[in-house]
């Protein structure tokens, strides 16, 4: 069965941390993995997508691993900030039916001052 | 660009009515998404379109909900007739093609009483 699991399911750290999500599936045959980035009340907002190929994708204070052997992905935020909490969704794509992805539950974190 | 478009932003209506929700693309994406997110059930696919065209609609609860694409630039959800577990926010999203990153609207919040 095709399943993306997140943890922790929620994070509380303090400003200015470093902090480490992480992702297992076991969607196949996989083409891709997104995470996306959730204000409460808002719509997801993509902050990477890698490929088979790919290992690390950064974007600004976010980056992202991808270990398709493994079939693992984390996503590490440096320097939180406050605007950082939100909720942080992975999110697996197959070859077949490509339209169709497999969501993660999500990542609640929370960044105190 | 304004990014995806959706309307109306919040929806309340009773039990039995019937409910249509709206989504306005970005202009040249071929790839348009409907969802809907509870706290139970995440983030779930209702349906997607291709060029127009539903490809899948698995995702689809019940014969209660219908979508229609009648144009590239124009797509709705309709539930018919609504019931109190329709109750989540439904979100469109599109994408420039199928594997890529999707655009997700602000969502439409759906209380039905």
């Known amino acids: 069965k095709n399943q993306v699991e997140q943890s922790p399911q929620s994070l509380i750290i303090l400003e200015g941390k470093n902090c480490t999500l992480q992702c297992n599936y076991t969607v196949s045959p996989f083409s891709n993995l997104r995470w996306y980035k959730q204000d409460t009340g808002r719509g997801p907002v993509s902050l990477t997508i890698?490929?088979?190929?790919?290992n690390t994708k950064s974007n600004g204070r976010y980056t992202a691993t991808l270990d398709a052997d493994t079939k693992q992905s984390s996503l590490h935020i440096t320097a939180s900030q406050l605007s950082d909490s939100a909720s942080y969704i992975c999110?697996?794509?197959?070859?077949?039916?490509?339209?169709?992805?497999?969501f993660g539950d999500g990542t609640t974190l929370t960044v105190k001052p | 660009d304004a990014g995806v478009i959706q309307s109306p932003r919040h929806e309340v209506t009773e039990m039995g009515q019937e409910v249509t929700l709206r989504c306005k693309p970005i202009s040249g994406h071929d790839y348009l998404f409907w969802y809907r997110q509870t706290m139970m059930r995440g983030l779930e696919l209702l349906i997607y379109f291709n060029n127009n065209v539903p490809i899948d609609d698995s995702g689809m609860p019940e014969d209660r909900f219908s979508a229609k694409m009648p144009n590239a630039s124009f797509s709705t959800l309709k539930i018919q007739p609504s019931e109190p577990r329709d109750s989540a926010v439904y979100f469109c999203a599109s994408s420039l093609r199928a594997l890529q990153e999707q655009y997700f609207g602000p969502g439409t919040r759906l209380t039905v009483t």
């Open positions: 999110v697996v794509s197959r070859n077949t039916n490509a339209g169709k992805s497999t």
């Open positions: 890698m490929t088979f190929s790919e």
